[in-house]
């Protein structure tokens, strides 16, 4: 079994910066991706950032270069760090992880960004 547990969502001015964190526990289950989605009010999931078991990161479109995510491994978390945050990411940000076989996907229970003046 594998369970996310997500920190660090909250209330920013447009510009600001915050840090998610998803602390990732599982037994035996080998994890072949794990990242960052989000979800927009009354809009699919989609995604943000993700990192493959062979260290391949890839990104959103609509992040620009403005958000990194990163692992540490020492703590089973992974890290999306989000600079010159816009209104427009405003959302609810669900850390993610897949199987290496692909046959089981997990979710976290969500936290919410909102980015405001």
């Known amino acids: 079994q594998v369970q996310l547990v997500e920190s660090g969502g909250g209330l920013v001015q447009p510009g600001e910066s915050l840090r998610l964190a998803c602390v990732i526990s599982r037994s035996s289950i080998s994890l072949g991706v794990v990242g960052w989605y989000r979800q927009m009010p009354g809009k699919e999931r989609d995604m943000v950032a993700t990192i493959t078991e062979y260290n391949t990161i890839n990104y959103g479109d609509s992040i620009q270069g403005r958000f990194t995510l990163s692992v540490d491994n020492a703590r089973n978390t992974v890290v999306l760090q989000m600079n010159s945050l816009k209104p427009e990411d405003t959302a609810v940000y669900y850390c993610?992880?897949?199987?290496?076989?692909?046959?089981?996907?997990?979710w976290g229970q969500g936290t919410q960004v909102t980015v405001s003046s």
């Open positions: 993610n992880a897949v199987s290496t076989d692909k046959t089981e996907n997990y």
